[in-house]
Nanobody, 116 residues
């Protein structure tokens, strides 16, 4: 059974930082392309950041470039999202997403609230 378990969300003030983690089990993590998406009420999930399995190539939404960093640790089967200089518009439920062997999987999401 494939499981993606996010953690690290919470309440942070504008300008603050958070690191999200997504622990993966049940698939070959080393060959999975991993992504973070976010969603606010009434809107579709938007891609925030992606990291490939082959060469760890990363890509980011324009809105987070220079502030967020995605990374993976294949020894721990975990992907991270370091979020710096958070803005109120970054508030959302953040989801981990894995694509491996032509199948895709979602985590349950973790809430990030940015407010003073």
């Amino acid at each position: 059974q494939v499981q993606l378990v996010e953690s690290g969300g919470g309440l942070v003030q504008p300008g603050g930082s958070l690191t999200l983690s997504c622990a993966v089990s049940g698939l070959d993590f080393s060959r999975a392309t991993m992504s973070w998406y976010r969603q606010t009420p009434g809107r579709a999930r938007d891609l925030v950041a992606l990291i490939t399995w082959l060469d760890f190539t990363t890509s980011y939404a324009d809105s987070v470039k220079g502030r967020f960093t995605i990374a993976r640790d294949n020894a721990k089967d975990t992907v991270y999202l370091q979020m710096n200089n958070l803005k109120p518009e970054d508030a959302a439920v953040y989801y981990c997403y894995a694509v491996a062997s032509a199948k895709s999987y979602w985590g349950q999401g973790t809430q990030v609230t940015v407010s003073s």
